[in-house]
């Protein structure tokens, strides 16, 4: 293997779900749903398939979905945007990602990111010989201190790389906090890339406020996300980045050498679901919203404290009150305790054995008597260390 790739460990989703697969435990690890997207969206697919729509499509998508990307920014936050200079679509928001930051960061190149950060960030910036600046989100809160921003950034520095709402943690970043964001971005010249996958699964009324509609901000943002898990298609990957032509641009260049094009049939029907099924996400959100209040009460009561995520499907707990002191080897023991799966958080920070060595994360976007399965599990499991 190329070193531009040592040290960078298989992704933490894979290896959970086959731990689930191999032990027939309740996969509460990767985050996925367990049912369909919208069955009018599956049929404009089938459509496609039959319609002809089977041979490249255009490399930066199909017109309709890059009309309907851009009509999605602009019905939801007021930006506007030209579907043909201004949306690439992708094969997935990893894909976005990818290209994103081999399209735009040079070699040594600082880039300040949250952490816990999404492990593909760190794949793709070790990639692309970005120098990662890690900002801490801290438990039990995962609020981000803008000291710390401030602090992170150097002559060096050139991009934030965000993520809100936010995974693992479920945080969604404030008005004021993305306002500090902007100053920062703004006063040292620096291009924002942020994903925001989750825009619509923001619970308690709370807001999703993408940072491009900042003052100042839409000129230096590039914005990505997909209809995976606002859709629960994220088998489909398709994705997209908006934003300034130039920035577009640079993903578009990258992206023309790793995929060429996105799958064919598949866009046509995302035009569809984003066209006619405005409404769905928020259905999502809703249901999501009460699964989650099904499953973090009761990871409380098996004695995990437990975050209430303000957005995404994910739930963070604190396993050091049962004695562990590792939210891996609680992980790696949960299968034969328990039967259940989830994620350790600490995999997602610089140091395993830093701030987030004792948390892990569970994802709620199964069916409730998926998660009431898991949940007798766990009550009935010695969870203790
Ligand atoms: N986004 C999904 C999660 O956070 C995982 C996707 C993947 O397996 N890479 O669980």
Not at 158 to 187: C, D, M, Q, Y
């Amino acid at each position: 293997m190329a070193s531009r790739l040592h040290g960078i460990p298989p992704t933490i989703f894979a290896e959970m779900s086959a731990l689930a697969v191999r032990t027939g435990a309740v996969n509460l690890g990767q985050g996925f749903p367990d049912e369909d997207g919208p069955a009018g969206v599956l049929a404009a697919a089938v459509a496609a398939l039959h319609g002809g729509a089977n041979q490249y499509a255009p490399g930066p998508g199909v017109p309709a979905l890059r009309r309907a990307v851009a009509a999605h920014q602009q019905r939801h936050y007021g930006l506007e945007l030209d579907p043909d200079t201004q949306v690439v679509i992708t094969t997935g928001c990893t894909e976005a990602v990818a290209a994103a930051l081999l399209g735009l960061v040079e070699p040594g190149d600082e880039v300040v990111l949250l952490e816990p950060y999404y492990d593909s960030y760190l794949a793709m910036l070790q990639v692309a010989g970005g120098v990662r600046r890690p900002v801490t989100l801290r438990s039990p809160d995962f609020r981000l201190d803008p000291d710390e921003l401030r602090a992170a950034v150097t002559p060096r520095t050139r991009f934030v790389l965000l993520n809100s709402p936010h995974n693992p943690t479920g945080s969604v970043l404030t008005r004021a906090e993305l306002e500090a964001i902007a100053a920062v971005a703004i006063e040292h010249d620096l291009t924002v890339i942020t994903d925001e996958v989750y825009e619509h699964l923001v619970f308690d009324g709370s807001e999703h406020v993408p940072i491009a509609t900042l003052p100042g901000m839409a000129e230096r943002t590039l914005t990505l996300s997909s209809v995976g898990k606002s859709y629960s298609l994220t088998g489909w990957k398709v994705g997209w980045a908006t934003g300034p032509a130039h920035l577009v641009g640079a993903v578009m260049a990258a992206k023309t050498w790793l995929t060429y094009t996105s799958g064919a049939p598949l866009q046509p029907a995302v035009a569809v679901a984003l066209d006619e099924h405005p409404d769905w996400p928020r259905a999502l959100r809703d249901s999501l919203q009460e699964r989650r209040d099904l499953l973090v009460p009761a990871l409380v009561a098996a004695g995990l404290p437990t975050t209430v995520p303000q957005g995404t499907y994910f739930a963070t707990s604190d396993v050091s009150g049962l004695g562990w002191d590792d939210g891996l080897a609680f992980c790696l023991a949960l299968p034969e305790r328990a039967g259940v799966v989830a994620i350790p958080a600490q995999v997602f920070h610089d140091d395993p054995h830093g701030p987030g060595r004792h948390l892990v994360r569970w994802a709620f976007c199964k069916r409730p008597e998926v998660l009431e399965d898991a949940i007798g599990r766990l009550a009935a499991a010695d969870l203790r260390a």
